[in-house]
């Protein structure tokens, strides 16, 4: 979570204001993550026989316990994420200051905090420090630094700041070292980046963000750098996004951090491109990136390329039955869009946003709150005739457990991501039911209410209560997708249209204690393709109802092989359940072509059957409650002038 930018000379907004849900699509994922998702993964954290052994490893490492340390050598980040999750969830106080007391007890005299080193150095042969780049360090002690800000913010406690800035101590000292030696180093999934800005933000302190530039400086010292990493180049001369998917947006997230706090412009062509690539070429409708288990770098000729791990691959390469699409790697587009928008404040930025909160991030977490997507497909077959390297379905535990935390902590803080505030304005961001108290620095405050049943319905009304009597501006977002609407202050209507579509549209407020603003965006289903250089998507369509993309699952069609969209009509809306959860399901009018029972690769098109028939269409973060079965987002389009499939 993006903390406080008030005081960073180059953000133009910050995120200070917290929207408390009070109904609705966003106040259920937050209650399903605080109710189920957090005490599920502490349950996994706490049992000493399980894998992970996050809780189990810190008290073996303050001496607590005997043992050797087992699970993932980034698990003391991802049980830092949980913390973070649980303090913006409200767990009481009593329980975090035990874990943090324990986290404090396996810290070293010289700051350094890693259980899986202080364990390995007391054996003979085991892990020592900074002995292997894919331990996670870094990583480790980035996630402490945020989570420390995030309590000290949330609960007024700072003992785990204390332990982050020992943390810190030794890092600075470590970096030095480095330096006087015109070493070099490098590290995976950067979460230091945005903890050290973090930490500089929370306390003022300048040395984090002297540590956060020198970061930047010992990465470009590598040699033979790795793409995995981002650094088989310069951070300046990169202009196409790519490598692994997670550390690239934690890497352009925390250089985002950097021009915030310092203005150095050096790094905006770096951004600017990169950001670019991303969403105009290699983005998923879902909200995904990172499209493939294993890719090949870009950059070098046949005999230099090197394999990488969850890669964006090639610009339009976008798969769907093997998309990988690591939750991880979202959530992180979800943190550079953040900062981006607190640097240049515009309403793409908040799209994606929208779109992976509403899509990617809310699939990949079952609506009971008990399984977790790894990777995000975008279509299942009922079977593969090859082997993944991930399951095809949510599971309750797998191996590498960043996600679950990841969701957890992002869904106890969407209410950071409904509004930004600049001197004079308030952005809309996320919509939602809810009520947030804000204060603006030309003396303007108020609590801004939310009345809605977004994003199921398009009608937003917003109030303002315990107003003082100063005007300021209501920066309303226009999604992208909405091509009509209708504004109103004060009962006096304005019609938008397609101008209007992915831009803010300013509102001046004067009389806060009594104006009231309505916000109508069409919320009509309607049919989106894709760029015809997406190979696998040439030739089909999707559908989508205001942020939400629909998706077919065989529960609802059998089976959904030989399915044909027509290309021209009016989607039927009902209301439904779906495992307890409200949802508009969608009627579509289709076709149905008999596939031969040939296993032929290739077959001569022609003398299949063809009947008409009604497709239902769900949201795509509410499939895989129902069973094991077949999902799809796009299918083929049976278009044409005229057209009658019949014929």
């Given at each position: 979570?993006?903390?406080?930018?008030?005081?960073?000379?180059?953000?133009?907004?910050?995120?200070?204001?917290?929207?408390?849900?009070?109904?609705?699509?966003?106040?259920?994922?937050?209650?399903?993550?605080?109710?189920?998702?957090?005490?599920?993964?502490?349950?996994?954290?706490?049992?000493?026989?399980?894998?992970?052994?996050?809780?189990?490893?810190?008290?073996?490492?303050?001496?607590?316990?005997?043992?050797?340390?087992?699970?993932?050598?980034?698990?003391?980040?991802?049980?830092?994420?949980?913390?973070?999750?649980?303090?913006?969830?409200?767990?009481?106080?009593?329980?975090?200051?035990?874990?943090?007391?324990?986290?404090?007890?396996?810290?070293?005299?010289?700051?350094?905090?890693?259980?899986?080193?202080?364990?390995?150095?007391?054996?003979?042969?085991?892990a020592t420090r900074h002995s292997d780049v894919d331990d996670f360090e870094e990583y480790n002690f980035g996630h402490l630094c945020t989570a420390a800000c995030v309590l000290a913010r949330e609960t007024g406690d700072t003992a785990l700041l204390a332990v982050a800035s020992r943390v810190c101590d030794y890092l600075e000292a470590f970096y030095r070292r480095l330096l006087a030696g015109d070493g070099a180093q490098t590290a995976v999934c950067p979460s230091h980046y945005m903890g050290l800005a973090e930490m500089y933000r929370q306390t003022g302190e300048h040395r984090y963000l002297t540590m956060?530039?020198?970061?930047?400086?010992?990465?470009?010292?590598?040699?033979?750098?790795?793409?995995?990493?981002?650094?088989?180049?310069?951070?300046?001369?990169?202009?196409?996004?790519?490598?692994?998917?997670?550390?690239?947006?934690?890497?352009?997230?925390?250089?985002?951090?950097?021009?915030?706090?310092?203005?150095?412009?050096?790094?905006?062509?770096?951004?600017?491109?990169?950001?670019?690539?991303?969403?105009?070429?290699?983005?998923?409708?879902?909200?995904?990136?990172?499209?493939?288990?294993?890719?090949?770098?870009?950059?070098?000729?046949?005999?230099?390329?090197?394999?990488?791990?969850?890669?964006?691959?090639?610009?339009?390469?976008?798969?769907?039955?093997?998309?990988?699409?690591?939750?991880?790697?979202?959530?992180?587009?979800?943190?550079?869009?953040?900062?981006?928008?607190?640097?240049?404040?515009?309403?793409?930025?908040?799209?994606?946003?929208?779109?992976?909160?509403?899509?990617?991030?809310?699939?990949?977490?079952?609506?009971?709150?008990?399984?977790?997507?790894?990777e995000n497909m975008l279509r299942r077959t009922e079977t593969v005739p090859y082997s993944l390297m991930w399951p095809r379905e949510r599971s309750d535990t797998f191996q590498c457990f960043c996600c679950p935390t990841n969701l957890s902590r992002f869904f106890t803080e969407t209410g950071y991501y409904a509004y930004a505030q600049s001197a004079d304005g308030l952005y809309t961001g996320l919509y939602g039911e809810g009520e947030t108290a804000v204060r603006l620095d030309n003396g303007a405050a108020f609590t801004v209410r939310q009345q809605t049943d977004y994003p199921w319905d398009g009608h937003?009304?917003?109030?303002?209560?315990?107003?003082?009597?100063?005007?300021?501006?209501?920066?309303?977002?226009?999604?992208?997708?909405?091509?009509?609407?209708?504004?109103?202050?004060?009962?006096?209507?304005?019609?938008?249209?397609?101008?209007?579509?992915?831009?803010?549209?300013?509102?001046?407020?004067?009389?806060?204690?009594?104006?009231?603003?309505?916000?109508?965006?069409?919320?009509?289903?309607?049919?989106?393709?894709?760029?015809?250089?997406?190979?696998?998507?040439?030739?089909?369509?999707?559908?989508?109802?205001?942020?939400?993309?629909?998706?077919?699952?065989?529960?609802?069609?059998?089976?959904?092989?030989?399915?044909?969209?027509?290309?021209?009509?009016?989607?039927?809306?009902?209301?439904?359940?779906?495992?307890?959860?409200?949802?508009?399901?969608?009627?579509?009018?289709?076709?149905?072509?008999?596939?031969?029972?040939?296993?032929?690769?290739?077959?001569?098109?022609?003398?299949?059957?063809?009947?008409?028939?009604?497709?239902?269409?769900?949201?795509?973060?509410?499939?895989?409650?129902?069973?094991?079965?077949?999902?799809?987002?796009?299918?083929?389009?049976?278009?044409?002038?005229?057209?009658?499939?019949?014929?």
């Amino acid at each position: 979570m993006l903390t406080d930018t008030r005081k960073s000379p180059y953000a133009r907004v910050s995120f200070t204001a917290r929207c408390r849900w009070t109904r609705g699509f966003l106040k259920d994922r937050f209650d399903t993550t605080a109710q189920a998702a957090i005490p599920h993964i502490l349950s996994i954290f706490d049992d000493p026989s399980s894998f992970f052994h996050e809780v189990e490893n810190f008290r073996i490492a303050a001496g607590l316990a005997e043992g050797a340390f087992r699970g993932n050598p980034y698990g003391d980040g991802d049980f830092y994420k949980l913390l973070e999750a649980m303090a913006c969830a409200g767990y009481p106080q009593a329980q975090l200051d035990g874990y943090v007391r324990l986290i404090a007890a396996a810290q070293q005299a010289d700051g350094y905090l890693s259980t899986k080193q202080i364990i390995g150095e007391r054996q003979s042969g085991g892990a020592t420090r900074h002995s292997d780049v894919d331990d996670f360090e870094e990583y480790n002690f980035g996630h402490l630094c945020t989570a420390a800000c995030v309590l000290a913010r949330e609960t007024g406690d700072t003992a785990l700041l204390a332990v982050a800035s020992r943390v810190c101590d030794y890092l600075e000292a470590f970096y030095r070292r480095l330096l006087a030696g015109d070493g070099a180093q490098t590290a995976v999934c950067p979460s230091h980046y945005m903890g050290l800005a973090e930490m500089y933000r929370q306390t003022g302190e300048h040395r984090y963000l002297t540590m956060l530039q020198t970061a930047i400086t010992l990465r470009d010292r590598v040699a033979n750098g790795n793409e995995d990493n981002q650094d088989r180049i310069p951070l300046r001369a990169q202009r196409v996004i790519s490598g692994h998917a997670v550390r690239a947006t934690y890497l352009y997230a925390g250089v985002t951090d950097l021009y915030l706090e310092t203005g150095d412009e050096t790094v905006l062509p770096t951004l600017e491109a990169c950001w670019r690539n991303l969403l105009d070429t290699k983005l998923y409708i879902i909200g995904g990136l990172g499209a493939l288990y294993t890719g090949c770098s870009p950059f070098g000729d046949l005999i230099g390329a090197q394999r990488v791990h969850q890669a964006f691959g090639y610009e339009y390469q976008l798969p769907n039955v093997t998309a990988y699409n690591e939750t991880c790697a979202a959530l992180g587009g979800v943190f550079w869009a953040q900062r981006r928008f607190a640097a240049q404040p515009d309403a793409e930025a908040f799209d994606l946003i929208e779109r992976v909160t509403c899509n990617l991030a809310a699939a990949a977490i079952s609506l009971d709150g008990q399984c977790y997507f790894y990777e995000n497909m975008l279509r299942r077959t009922e079977t593969v005739p090859y082997s993944l390297m991930w399951p095809r379905e949510r599971s309750d535990t797998f191996q590498c457990f960043c996600c679950p935390t990841n969701l957890s902590r992002f869904f106890t803080e969407t209410g950071y991501y409904a509004y930004a505030q600049s001197a004079d304005g308030l952005y809309t961001g996320l919509y939602g039911e809810g009520e947030t108290a804000v204060r603006l620095d030309n003396g303007a405050a108020f609590t801004v209410r939310q009345q809605t049943d977004y994003p199921w319905d398009g009608h937003i009304r917003f109030t303002f209560a315990d107003a003082a009597d100063v005007p300021f501006t209501l920066m309303l977002r226009i999604p992208a997708w909405s091509q009509v609407g209708r504004l109103t202050l004060n009962g006096r209507s304005t019609a938008l249209n397609a101008d209007h579509a992915g831009r803010y549209l300013p509102v001046a407020i004067r009389h806060p204690g009594t104006d009231t603003v309505e916000l109508t965006l069409d919320m009509t289903p309607r049919l989106t393709v894709a760029h015809p250089m997406v190979e696998e998507d040439e030739g089909q369509a999707c559908v989508e109802r205001g942020p939400l993309v629909y998706c077919l699952e065989s529960a609802d069609n059998g089976s959904l092989n030989g399915l044909y969209f027509a290309h021209q009509q009016a989607l039927q809306e009902t209301r439904a359940d779906i495992c307890g959860t409200p949802v508009v399901l969608l009627r579509a009018k289709g076709y149905r072509r008999q596939l031969p029972a040939s296993g032929a690769l290739y077959r001569r098109f022609g003398g299949a059957a063809i009947q008409a028939v009604t497709l239902t269409l769900l949201p795509y973060f509410a499939w895989d409650n129902r069973g094991f079965g077949e999902m799809r987002i796009w299918l083929p389009l049976a278009v044409g002038p005229n057209y009658d499939i019949n014929s």
